[in-house]
């Protein structure tokens, strides 16, 4: 009586272990993923795909096709359509390539990219519409898109994303629809609000530009004396000086923020940042002996340059119109002050009460070797492993 279930069980195991088996050996790829920017022109897209799934749609392999040849630009403009009012928007493709990418399931592989645009025919916001997309589900009917959106000034989506769907197989119909896509109603204030809560995160996770601000505000009370820092200089003498060195510093990172974001003025991000870690450094040492006592406030002007350059390579990386840039950039800016001055009123009494003390010498000194060393380690690294 006990052969029969026995053999149940085997088999239940034999099942499971095939399919497990399959899963290692067929090594499935990757869904495709497209992010779409919804901008006041239109909607503005990056697709990523397995490049071996689009071989075998495209019917032909990485070898045979030209990349930025015309064939493969009409194939994927007459994949990818976006509609609203039974009116479809004219699509361009701006830009396509190949990179090798890493899976945690498959490995490294290679990935076709590309980015395109869509804009409506008529004046009509981008809010409601279709999405047409089958670039590779027309061919591989088990081949997943996920679409997110992820830049959407009047939705407040800035800096990160939203699933909003998923084109795939619908099994019961044996067959795909395109996705119907209705976005929230948006506003100016909460692109707005989401700038500045954008500003805010950056100062919050930017330890480098707390660093820089930290060590210059280290001996701001003090009396330089020579060589050396001597004793409390006084409260008006203090606040004087901590005034003097955070307005040059918004003031240097406002303008650089301006025009950079505009890209008028192009630094290399790497050496962006080694100027950072650079000026760190040299406050570092001003903190632990003066190198340009009441000079405090050009050097927070001159480094507050560079530092706006690092804020404006965040903006950069988003896709806004000019219309959205403007006001991008003063938000972020704001968002920048405040949580500055929130930080600055945090610390400034506490190093208002430490000066006065007679060990106040060696904090300032152990917070001045400390910030050295971290700002060393942060030049070797942008030097030889940015």
């Known amino acids: 009586m006990r052969q029969p279930k026995t053999k149940r069980i085997r088999f239940f195991l034999f099942i499971i272990g095939l399919f497990f088996f399959q899963e290692i050996e067929g090594h499935p790829m990757p869904n495709s993923v497209v992010n779409l920017y919804v901008t006041d022109q239109g909607i503005m897209g990056e697709a990523k795909m397995p490049l071996i799934d689009f071989e075998t749609a495209f019917k032909k392999s990485k070898e045979k096709m030209d990349i930025h040849g ?36 498959v490995g490294k592989y290679e990935e076709l990219w590309l980015t395109f645009s869509c804009k409506p025919m ?33 939705g407040g989506i800035l800096g990160g994303q939203r699933q909003v769907g998923e084109i795939s197989l619908n099994i019961p119909q044996g067959r795909y629809y395109p996705l119907e896509i209705n976005l929230e109603k948006g506003s100016w204030w909460k692109g707005f609000g989401s700038i500045i809560a954008l500003g805010m995160q950056h100062i919050a996770e930017g330890t480098d530009h707390l660093l820089f601000l930290f060590v210059l505000l280290l ?16 409260v008006s003498y203090g606040i004087k000086n901590m005034l003097k060195i955070v307005t040059a510093f918004t003031l240097g990172h406002s303008i650089t923020l301006f025009v950079g974001t505009f890209q008028w003025l192009k630094l290399p991000q790497q050496i962006v ?18 190198l340009f006592a009441q000079k405090e406030g050009w050097i927070a002007l001159g480094f507050g340059f560079i530092h706006g350059l690092a804020f404006a390579s965040i903006l950069m990386e988003m896709r806004f119109s000019n219309h959205f840039l403007v006001w991008s950039i003063l938000g972020f800016n704001v968002g920048i002050e405040l949580m500055q001055l929130l930080i600055i009123l945090l610390v400034f009494p506490f190093i208002f009460w430490l000066s ?11 917070g001045a070797i400390l910030s050295f060393l971290m700002a060393g380690y942060w030049l070797i690294e942008r030097i030889f492993f940015f």
């Open 219 to 234: 001996p701001c009370m003090l009396l330089s004396q020579g060589n050396t820092w001597g004793s409390f200089g006084g």
């Open 356 to 366: 006065k003390k007679a060990y106040y010498h060696r904090v300032r000194k152990v």
């Open 122 to 154: 008529h004046e009509t916001q981008a809010r409601k519409f279709t999405f047409l997309y089958d670039v590779i589900i027309h061919q591989i009917i088990n081949h997943k898109i996920l679409v997110n959106v992820v830049q959407d000034w009047q």
């Open 70 to 105: 015309p064939e493969i630009r009409r194939y994927f403009m007459d994949h990818i359509k976006i509609r609203s009012n039974s009116e479809n928007w004219q699509t361009s493709i701006d830009s396509i390539g190949i990179s090798t990418t890493k899976d945690l399931v």
């Open 273 to 290: 940042e080694i100027w950072i870690a650079i000026s760190i450094l040299l406050s570092a040492v001003h903190a632990y002996k003066p």
